[in-house]
């Protein structure tokens, strides 16, 4: 279906003045515009709107600076089938705004400079409508600048009051800042102030320190001496004092100091002419005079420093006669230059020249050579020794210049000590040299060797081990260093242990070792060769044996039958040899075994064969006994009528035999208690039973005592 839609627009514009048709809406920059429609549809459905740009989705549009300018804007609505639109003209206005100034230096209003100096003035501007901007200084309404920043710098003859203003401007509005300077007056001729006297010395140059004039538009001159340059180099004829004036002016201003430049007199050196070295030998004379002249005729007066020892200096004149203990060999290239005569010894003088305060100094070397005396030997007397003794030679020498000292030997010896053997017996002279190394002195000795007895040398026996009931045999053997025969004994010897024919024999027993698992014997052996004997000890080493327990006896027999239910007792008897303590472990099967005493009780319950052992330990050794068991049914018990017999005595089983009326009675014999049971004690227990008082059967158990008590 066709629709007609009709649109009412109304423009609803708040502070708008209109000039145009109702298509067309004027404002100015920063106004709000708000279109507001109305339409009908003839079917009454729903409308929607839109417009387009500046405007937003509600028809509004608040302008701002930079907006001025024409906008078509198109107003469109829609009942969602069909929709109709109308354009209308928005015509923004220019809203010129005056530039703004946001910051300026500087911030004081009143500002105080001095003659010649200078101050920044800026400012930053901006301008809503981005319209350019223009800058105008006036320095007391007179153009300066246009640049958005100005220096003001006063001339020394511009003191006084002053008015700095900018005007900021965007073509049509304008903005500005004013500032107060103050200028104050600057006394260029205070700067002489600054310039005092100057003293140098005769020879310096003098220079005075001056103010940067040129900094202050002023000219300067100096008079002579020193002269515009500023430089003066003085003389040694040039002592006293001199007025310099210095002038400054810039145009009409004018300015003037008068200095005292003073040069102080400096007294010109004098010649000391130079000192050749000396060189001489030891007990000889060196002479030196000295000569020195000073340019202005001033006196001059000699010393001298680190004089040696007997060195005199009178006037000018230097004498020295060096002794023949000058020339000292303190250190190892002092004597090996010694050896070859070519040891000299440097002395250093320094010889000092004077005059009105001041001095020269020249350093001398004198060098003295050494003259070399020959070594004085002292006696050496006579040296007697055993053969087998050191000789020592100790010969004593002075050297009158402390040279170090060698001593030489020639004949029976070489050198100053000899250790003699045995063959040295005798008498022997021997000459003995003492040298400098140039010079020498020589003396004889005699030396007497008295023969001496060896004694013999045992040879190595090396490490000794035995076990206990082994059997050790052992050859000594020792040599006689002179030849002689050697005889080899022992004394305390252990028991069975003989040394015969240099040969030592020994088997220990079992009881060697008490504790532990080895002994250590010392045994001292003994060699002679009639006069000396030695002696060597020998560590012997013997090594405890363990000795296993013994099984002395078992019960009962090895193969017994027993009934099923009954108790069945077994018992081993078993000694140590080495007395040490047994255990007992009793086995009844792979998984059955027990650690107890040499007697124990067992009831069998299962029929068949059985294995019963006893392993019996003293810890490293062991002995096992086993029986073999057979187990059987147990019979049900009968009554036998009979008449009593004789108990039987039976060790280790009990046998009864019973009355068919009566209930057989039992009764136990302790043994009797001695005051005390002893380790190894057997002792009995008997079982009798009876029935009515008459005896029908009698048992015996038998007991070791294991421990004391």
Same mark, same amino acid.
């Given at each position: 279906m066709n629709k007609n839609i009709l649109i009412l627009l109304i423009m609803l514009v708040l502070y708008i003045s209109f000039s145009n048709a109702i298509s067309t809406i004027v404002v100015d920059e920063t106004e709000l515009i708000s279109l507001k429609t109305e339409a009908r549809d003839e079917d009454n459905d729903v409308l929607s709107y839109s417009f387009t740009g500046p405007m937003d989705e509600e028809g509004k549009w608040q302008t701002a600076y930079g907006d001025a300018g024409e906008y078509k804007v198109t107003v469109t609505v829609s009942d969602g089938t069909s929709s109709t639109s109308q354009d209308v003209l928005l015509v923004v206005k220019k809203k010129n705004v005056a530039p703004s100034i946001e910051s300026f230096t500087p911030e004081e209003s009143e500002v105080v400079i001095n003659e010649g100096e200078s101050i920044d003035f800026s400012v930053e501007a901006s301008d809503l409508n981005k319209d350019p901007i223009s800058y105008i200084w006036k320095? %007391?309404?007179?153009? *300066?600048? /246009?640049?958005?920043?100005? +220096?003001y710098k006063p001339g020394y003859w511009d003191s006084g009051t002053y008015?700095? /203003?900018? *005007?900021?401007s965007d073509g049509e509005?304008? *903005? &500005?800042?004013k500032w107060g300077v103050k200028v104050n007056d600057f006394d260029r001729s205070a700067l002489l102030d600054g310039i005092g006297g100057f003293t140098v010395k005769e020879g310096e140059v003098l220079s005075l320190e001056l103010p940067d004039f040129e900094e202050y538009n002023l000219e300067y001159t100096i008079s002579d001496p020193v002269g515009n340059d500023n430089r003066w180099e003085t003389g040694y004829s040039d002592e006293g004092t001199y007025a310099v004036e210095i002038a400054i002016k810039d145009g009409e201003f004018n300015a003037s100091k008068t200095i %005292?430049? #003073?040069v102080l &007199?400096? %007294?010109?050196? =004098?010649?000391f002419k130079p000192i050749a070295n000396a060189m001489m030998e030891e007990n000889q004379m060196v002479s030196i005079e000295l000569d020195a002249s000073d340019p202005d005729g001033d006196l001059i007066g000699f010393s001298a420093e680190s004089l040696p020892s007997g060195a005199s200096l009178k006037g000018n004149k230097f004498e020295w006669v060096p002794g023949y203990d000058t020339v000292t060999k303190g250190n190892s290239l002092e004597k090996v230059l010694d050896k070859f005569h070519l040891l000299y010894m440097p002395f250093k003088i320094v010889f000092i020249a004077k005059s009105k305060g001041v001095e020269q100094r020249q350093s001398v070397l004198i060098t003295v050579k050494d003259v070399n005396r020959k070594p004085v030997l002292e006696d050496i007397p006579t040296i007697n020794v055993k053969e087998g003794e050191q000789v020592l030679i100790e010969p004593k020498a002075v050297d009158p210049d402390g040279d170090s000292i060698s001593y030489y030997y020639s004949g029976w010896m070489d050198m100053n000590n000899y250790t003699t053997n045995y063959e040295d017996a005798g008498k022997y002279k021997i000459g003995v040299v003492a040298? &400098?190394? =140039?010079? /020498? %002195? /020589?003396? =004889?000795?005699? +030396?007497e060797v008295e023969d001496v007895n060896r004694a013999p040398v045992f040879g190595d026996i090396g490490k000794v081990e035995v076990y206990e009931n082994e059997k050790l045999t052992l050859e000594l053997y020792a040599t006689d260093p002179d030849g002689d025969s050697v005889n080899i004994s022992a004394e305390l010897l252990p028991n069975t242990a003989t040394v015969e024919d240099n040969i030592f024999m020994w088997a220990p027993d079992y009881d060697t070792v008490i504790n532990g698992p080895i002994g250590i014997f010392v045994i001292d052996f003994k060699a002679s060769d009639g006069n000396d004997e030695v002696v060597k000890s020998v560590n012997i #080493?013997?090594?405890?044996?363990?000795r296993a327990p013994r099984i002395t006896e078992a019960g009962p027999k090895n193969s017994i039958t027993v009934k099923n239910g009954e108790t069945q007792k077994f018992k081993v008897v078993a000694d140590d040899a080495d007395g040490d303590e047994l255990t007992y472990t009793w086995k009844f099967g792979i998984l059955e075994q027990y650690v107890g005493y040499p007697l124990m009780s067992r009831n069998f319950s299962s029929l068949g064969d059985k294995k019963v052992k006893v392993v019996v330990s003293d810890g490293k050794e062991e002995s096992e006994y086993e029986w073999n068991v057979n187990v059987i049914e147990k019979a049900k018990p009968q009554v036998i009528v009979e008449k009593p017999k004789e108990a039987k005595k039976v060790i280790e089983k009990e046998e009864v035999k019973k009355k068919p009326v009566s209930q057989p009675t039992t009764t136990i014999t302790p043994p009797k208690e001695p005051e005390k049971r002893l380790e190894g004690d057997i002792y009995d227990k008997y079982t009798i039973v009876h029935v009515d008082g008459e005896v029908i059967g009698e048992s015996k158990e038998s007991f070791i005592v294991w421990k004391e008590g």
């Open positions: 320095l %007391d309404g007179k153009q *300066v600048s /246009e640049e958005n920043s100005y +220096i008015n700095i /203003e900018v *005007v900021v509005a304008n *903005v &500005d800042k %005292d430049a #003073t &007199d400096v %007294d010109r050196p =004098f010649v040298s &400098d190394g =140039f010079l /020498e %002195d /020589e003396k =004889f000795v005699s +030396i #080493t013997v090594y405890n044996v363990n």
